[in-house]
């Protein structure tokens, strides 16, 4: 019988005294910038930890692989291997604010390592299943049981027909990775890359994990089906990690591709299984990361790719790149209009801020990375932002094992393309305390990352933190920039005290910075470069 | 406007029973005796030292006056107490009870102080600063004592206290100095012996009291801020010794940073993020400390005595990841799905039992550092 | 475009993919219970302890009684220090009112009037908030100084309702009005027809009642069968499940529940008169008024609806009020024996033991221990009964002797074979404990017990909550639970709790001289304001 008595957990929520109106007047508190300093608070709180773990070691290939798995809607990660495994990959250090809780493990003992660990996998995912009720489960091995060489597909074979759900096979083991000059070797051919973006390195981070999750997927879950009405989709590849403001990201580009004629097919790994099995009928992939997965999918399923790279950033970037998924899609002349507005209403809103800095004189403070000067171009060319230095800090490549020669070449580079874009900036490399003081008395205001800001602060040099840029430059869109812009216009008017913060009061070693300057730890680090040297490939 | 103050009669109520003897007879009807108590036992359920004259409708109709003489009287007989501090509320100001010529009119054991609190005549600020005067009145004077305090602008009821005066006199001990007494958070006769101080410290709030003791005792006095963070309460320290000409020893005034290097990753990774403020006068200094030693952005800091719609509005519209103030803002850090680290009064859904956790002073700043770290930590899911 | 592209932030951050409910997780009542127990009833204590020190004003049942009404928000014309602490209502401490506007009354309009001010701030909330109703508080000054609040509210135009709710705080109930009470408790057990029509004066609470049944409340055609429930928020554990059984089983027979009064929104409680019939909890006199208006009927949820046979009764009696006989007896009975099927098992296995069962004097005393002896067949061989609450609630002695009495009558009649021991010793307690296999225990206690390590005793203080429900599952539950528990090993425990120098008569007020002598100070001022007084003063009360 019909009765209006609400029961569900809302009502709960309103007899607890609930505020009575949901608040239409939050502007700016729900916006793009708002969800970056959010998930940069409560996410990013340990990314600072993950990062200096990096310089005592990495983690093996089983981390990596979790991680994607569990990115997937109604995946569940397997481990075959003991039970130490498990338990510490429970905290992958791509996702340590949310703890993996459902990570079934076989528990291999030293009976399985002897005898073999096959019947604890056959029964595992028969139980997994039951418990979990998953629709997909995702058979990792470990060292363990790649050395004790069980036959896991062998094994998923046979079970297959007795669990309800796909079974995948990912290899997992843990004892291959990357080696110790891997970035090295990376940054010098994308140093390259800057000058002549035909030459971007095909790059993939061996032992990650990650990518074998990828590849398995491709292989063993994917469907060949193309739906003829729905021939313009795209697959956009998502990768949850650090990726600050990634829901009103996704909510943009829908809206974009929307516009322009374009639907979005999924968002890979962030989506249900089902979605996985339909990824083929995307015409297009845009690849965030390695494209090993995306190759694959154009050898099985004609799947185009295009990887989003460094130079699709900033205004011009974003519309080149925009034109590029339009062009692949047979959409040239409708879509083309559509970037243009979007791109015209951009600039048109830009120009307010631009019209704030160009009164302002500006330096920029930067460690040298992947993407530097085409950061540089865009505060110079799409904020024209009037900049006088850029000071690049190149310690931090140093303690990444980048040699002195990638760094040079870098640098090198990097004032080539200044030059070429006509900038008319002056690069200053390393400045010390003294000559930076010198460039900020010159300026009105140093850009810094906030990596070297609190540092800087201690000693007088006001910095306004631009770290946020990271996660907005970098979007598919343009109202990353345009929130990045009204962040800087705002910070521009702030008053800042003279600060000493707790984190500038410590001894850091000058080279491995923010390691701190401790004979223990800095002889950890040395142990892991040597011995990582000793396994380069 | 809409402030979240509690109106003179909690100001009044708060500087009285934060004589730690003395008994507090409200004046009022039975709503406004409840909730002072209400406020003031979240974590002091063993210390009820308060009384009612219960008006009535009768009191109303006829006057207070026989209720209060009634009052007092057995509150003489049944309280082992030096002191009564007769708050007389709103009702009781608005029919015209003549409090004075009823405490005149009776012989009491005790002695008797009796102040005007109608909570519309003013905010709870005025209500403590106007309540202290009131007691002053019981100083009495003494021989000063080198290298003493006061020091004056707490309540009994501040969130962490007890644990935040240990502190601050374990760093002015170490300096040398003697606390003489915490007002208000003393004993009757600690109060009474106040005049023996060679100096008054306001932290806040009180300044009026330490004006009248300039009057009365010339007893000297110091304005400084609440001492938060290791700057802030280095300031505090130095200042003081300062005043008292006593050499600062800056051995023991250094602070170890050891606890700051266990977690100085999640610090650094928290540099930048915004962050609101609101409070009393605890509100500035916390900001400050936020600001320039840890490295948040304040992006609203508000008063208790400000327009609190516009408060919320300010932070809705902000960029705000963390809230600081009292048990009231948890609304406003739900709605956006923050954290709250409540650190001023009122707070009434967190208990501070433990005196060796502080807010203030040195060890304050670590004990504050976890408690905003783990806060966020493990907000993380949350926001799923 | 089309997209299935979820943006869903659960999903993003890997919130624990339990793919299905898990058919362990213990989502029932019991559950839900505890889970109030603990989150809301944490504060329980301190509310209860402070009733021994004063009591709070009309005021506070208002504003909380209001703020059960969903789209509701409560305006208090007074200083701001009323808004202040009212926040913090008693009876939803872990839920403060944090929406709670105040006209911030002060010195200027004591003299000259705060109407201007009311005026305007009844515009401004409805501009914030948007509500359906705004109920306009006085206070004592704004009561004092004799603003015309009905007067403002008639001319002001908002689009919402908006309710006036004599509010002034000097008016509350005697001291020895709970005295009153628990006599004509006493004497109800022995004659149920003789239950109080109790009004607890100055709760606030009677007052939203009336003025909402006088002021917003709207002529409705009667709908048959339809029901409404009051619902009474304050310590109410599992009212949810509660409320989900009662319409199951109304369903069975065939009425709707059409709200739960208060706890619903503006636009049902006009409709409120639709129903034929309101199930009043508390006080009767909202529903007389209702009857009186809309000719709506009423049926008192009293103490001997409590048991399997009790709430089978209550059923039976609505039944019979909306001229279900037949059919809806026949969905109770089922539910009944449903229940009773349950049940069994657990009454087997109590069946093996001996129980001694604690428990404090109160309203329902006899019933529940009927209940543990009849519904749940506990073989009890004791029963404690502590009277000590009792006179800290300033209950004579006289009452507490009618009380004993008619208690073992009761006991007498229902045959029910166990000793009754009025306030045991320790000695004796241990005594007792050493003589059956389990001592249950419904009050806070248990602790006092194990201080000595001695006397291990099941708590079922929370537990106790499901048997007072108006469904046949708690008491299931409760079965469930007791049975659950039983053969748990139990270690010898210290708490700490048990280390402190309680009061004897007071518990658990600490034996503390100050904290003694404020009680002293309530008591004796209180008790100048007692009922008889104030006759004697020619007074009305």
């Known amino acids: 019988m019909e009765t209006d008595v609400k029961l569900d957990i809302d009502v709960k929520a309103e007899r607890y005294g609930k505020a009575l109106e949901t608040p239409e007047i939050a502007g700016r508190g729900k916006g793009v910038l708002h969800d970056i300093f959010r998930d940069r608070a409560f996410h990013g709180v340990h990314q600072g930890t993950t990062w200096q773990l990096h310089r005592y070691g990495i983690n093996c290939k089983l981390s990596g692989s979790v991680y994607a798995v569990t990115e997937i809607l109604g995946a569940i990660p397997l481990v075959h291997g003991p039970i130490g495994c498990s338990f510490h990959q429970r905290l992958t250090p791509r996702r340590i604010y949310t703890p993996i809780q459902d990570m079934p493990c076989t528990g291999l003992d030293e009976n399985a390592v002897i005898y073999g660990g096959e019947d604890e996998l056959r029964k595992k995912i028969v139980d997994s299943y039951s418990r979990y009720k998953p629709e997909l489960i995702a058979v990792l091995p470990t060292c363990v049981s790649g050395l004790t060489g069980d036959d896991i597909q062998g094994v998923i074979h046979e079970v297959e027909a007795k669990v309800p759900c796909d079974i995948l096979y990912v290899p997992s083991e843990g004892f291959a990775h990357r080696d110790r000059r891997a970035l090295d070797v990376f940054l010098k051919d994308f140093t390259k890359a800057w000058k002549d973006p035909a030459k971007v390195p095909a790059y993939e981070i061996r032992g990650y994990g990650h990518e074998e999750v990828m590849l398995a997927l491709v292989d063993q879950i994917m469907d060949d089906q193309y739906d003829e009405n729905a021939d313009n989709l795209v697959n956009i590849e998502t990768f949850g990690r650090f990726s600050y403001g990634f829901e009103s990201e996704l909510k943009e580009m829908a809206s974009l591709l929307g516009k322009m004629g374009v639907g979005i097919n999924t968002t890979l790994l962030s989506c249900t299984v089902d979605a996985i ?261 | 406007m809409a402030k979240m103050d509690g109106g003179k009669f909690f100001g009044t109520f708060r500087a009285c029973s934060g004589i730690k003897d003395a008994v507090v007879l409200t004046h009022v009807p039975v709503g406004c005796n ?64 003549d409090i004075e010529a009823v405490i005149d009119s009776v012989v009491l054991n005790k002695e008797v102080v009796w102040m005007d609190a109608a909570g519309f005549k003013g905010t709870m600020r005025e209500g403590y600063e106007e309540a202290l005067v009131h007691l002053a009145r019981l100083m009495e004077e003494r021989n000063v004592i080198k290298n003493s305090l006061n020091l004056i602008g707490f309540c009994p009821d501040d969130f962490k206290v007890d644990a935040d005066i240990k502190e601050i006199k374990r760093l002015l001990n170490s300096a040398g100095i003697q606390v003489n007494c915490v007002i208000s958070n003393c004993s009757f006769d600690e109060f009474v012996n106040a005049p023996a101080a060679e100096l008054n410290v306001v932290m806040g709030q009180g300044t009026e009291l330490a004006e009248h003791m300039k009057k009365a005792f010339g007893v000297p006095y110091l304005e400084v801020g609440y001492p938060y963070g290791l700057e802030g309460t280095k300031e505090f320290i130095n200042t003081i010794c300062e005043h008292l000409h006593v050499g600062v020893n800056e051995k023991k005034l250094d602070f170890d940073l050891e606890p700051f290097k266990r977690i100085y990753l999640y610090l650094h990774e928290l540099y930048g993020t915004p962050v609101s403020v609101i409070g009393d006068f605890h509100a500035e200094p916390i900001a400050h400390f936020l600001d320039c030693e840890l490295g948040f952005d304040i992006e609203v800091l508000a008063s208790n005595e400000d327009d609190y719609f516009t408060f919320e509005q300010n932070v809705r519209n902000s960029n705000t990841t963390i809230l600081f103030g009292s048990s009231f803002e948890r609304n406003i850090a739900d709605e956006l799905r923050i954290p709250l680290i409540r650190f001023v009064y009122p707070v009434f859904d967190h208990v501070c039992v433990y005196e060796d956790a502080p807010y203030a002073g040195f060890r304050g700043a670590v004990c504050l550092t976890e408690t905003i770290l783990n806060a966020v930590m493990s907000f993380g899911k949350e926001t799923g | 475009m089309k997209t299935d592209v979820e943006v869903d932030e659960t999903a993003r951050y890997g919130k624990a993919k339990a793919l299905e409910a898990p058919e362990t997780a213990s989502k029932g009542v019991l559950q839900n219970v505890f889970r109030d127990r603990v989150f809301n009833g944490i504060y329980q204590g301190t509310t209860w302890q402070f009733h021994r020190y004063g009591i709070d004003c009309k005021l506070s049942g208002s504003v909380y009684a209001v703020s059960e009404i969903d789209g509701a928000i409560p305006l208090i014309h007074g200083p701001n220090g009323c808004a202040f602490h009212q926040r913090l209502t008693p009876r939803k401490m872990y839920a403060p009112i944090y929406n709670l506007p105040c006209t911030n009354l002060d010195e200027n309009d004591v003299i000259y009037g705060g109407e201007e001010k009311l005026r305007k701030k009844i515009y401004e909330v409805y501009h914030r908030f948007h509500p359906s109703l705004i109920a306009v508080l006085p206070t004592c000054v704004s009561g004092l100084v004799g603003d015309d609040v009905q007067g403002i509210i008639t001319e002001v135009e908002v689009p919402c309702d908006i309710l006036y709710i004599p509010s002034e705080g000097f008016a509350h109930r005697s001291r020895e009005s709970l005295d009153l009470l628990m006599r004509d408790y006493a004497e109800s057990w022995k004659d149920p027809t003789r239950s109080p029509a109790y009004d607890l004066r100055g709760c606030g609470h009677e007052e939203v009642m009336f003025s909402l049944v006088d002021q917003l409340m709207e002529e409705q055609d009667i709908v048959e069968n339809l029901v409404n429930i009051e619902s009474f928020g304050r310590f109410t554990y599992g009212f949810e499940s509660e409320l989900q059984e009662i319409k199951h089983i109304f369903d069975g027979m065939g009425v709707r529940v059409n709200l739960t009064l208060p706890t619903c929104t503006v636009a049902e409680i006009k409709r409120a008169p639709a129903a034929e019939l309101n199930i009043v909890t508390r006080n009767i006199r909202w529903a007389e008024r209702m009857k009186e208006n809309f000719g709506n009927d009423y049926l008192r949820k009293w103490f001997f609806y409590f048991g399997f046979d009790g709430v089978e009764k209550f059923y039976h009696d609505v039944a019979s009020k909306l001229g ?62 502590d009277t000590q609450l009792l006179k800290g609630l300033n209950i004579s002695d006289r009452t507490i002797e009618i009380m004993m009495k008619n208690m073992e009558e009761a006991f007498l009649n229902w045959d029910l074979g166990f000793e009754v021991v009025m306030n045991p010793t320790l000695d004796e307690m241990s005594e007792i404990a050493k003589n059956v296999d389990h001592v249950l225990s419904d009050r806070i206690t248990p602790p006092l017990y194990e201080k000595g390590g001695e006397i291990g005793m099941i708590d079922i203080s929370t537990t106790r ?18 049975a659950s528990v039983l053969y748990r090993e139990r270690t010898k425990r210290k708490p700490i709790i048990a280390r402190f120098d309680y009061d004897t008569t007071y518990y658990p007020l600490l034996a503390d001289p100050m904290c003694m002598a404020s009680r002293g100070m309530w008591f004796t001022m209180w008790s100048m304001k007692s009922e008889k007084k104030e006759a004697q003063n020619g007074n009305r009360c």
């Open chain 1, 277 to 537: 099995k339909k990824a083929p009928a995307a015409r297009l992939n845009i690849v965030r990361r390695g494209i090993r997965w995306a190759e694959q999918m154009k050898k099985e399923f004609d799947t185009d790719y295009l990887r989003r790279w460094f130079f699709y950033t900033g205004i011009d970037g974003t519309e080149k790149f925009l034109l590029y998924v339009a062009s692949t899609l047979d959409l040239d002349g409708e879509a083309e209009e559509v970037v243009r507005i979007e791109k015209k209403r951009a600039l048109q809103e830009l120009d307010k801020y631009c019209k704030t800095f160009k009164n302002h004189v500006f330096a920029l403070f930067t460690i040298g990375f992947f993407f530097t000067p085409y950061s540089v171009k865009t505060y110079a060319l799409d904020f024209k932002i009037p900049l006088k230095y850029v000071c690049v800090d190149t310690r931090w490549m140093r303690a990444q094992n980048v040699s002195d020669e990638t760094t040079e070449s870098m640098i090198r580079g990097m004032g080539e393309l200044i030059d070429d874009w006509d900038l008319g900036v002056e690069l200053v490399v390393n400045p010390n305390l003294h000559e930076l003081k010198e460039i900020a008395k010159k300026v009105d205001h140093v850009l810094g990352e906030r990596s070297a800001t609190p540092i800087y602060e201690k000693e007088g040099i006001s910095m306004i933190d631009t770290s946020i840029g990271a996660y907005l430059f970098n979007r598919i869109g343009f109202n990353g920039m345009l929130e990045f812009a009204s962040y800087l216009t705002q910070e521009m008017k702030k008053q800042r005290n003279h600060r000493e913060p707790i984190i500038s009061k410590f001894d850091y070693d000058e080279t491995y910075y923010p390691i701190l300057a401790d004979p223990m730890c800095l002889a950890s680090r040395e142990m892991w470069s040597t011995m990582w040297r000793l396994r380069s490939g």
């Open chain 2, 34 to 97: 409840w909730g002072a108590a209400m406020f003031k036992t979240t974590s002091n359920q063993s210390d009820i030292r308060q009384a009612c004259t219960v008006m009535h409708e009768r009191e109303i109709v006829f006057g207070g006056e026989e209720a209060l003489r009634e009052a007092l009287v057995r509150a003489d007989k049944l309280y082992n107490t030096p002191l009564l501090a007769v708050v007389a509320g709103d009702a009781p100001a608005i029919i015209g009870d």
């Open chain 3, 465 to 482: 909550y499901l048997l007072f429900r108006t469904g046949f599952s708690g008491i299931v539950e409760f079965g469930k639970y007791l």
């Open chain 3, 324 to 385: 279900l006989d037949g059919e809806a007896y026949a969905a109770v009975k089922k539910e009944k024996m449903q229940a009773l099927g349950e049940l069994e098992r657990y009454q087997r296995m109590f069946a093996r033991d001996d129980f001694a069962v604690s428990t404090q004097g109160f309203f329902f005393t006899p019933y529940l221990v009927s209940m543990y002896a009849q519904d749940l067949k506990l073989p009890i061989k004791h029963l404690c009964v």
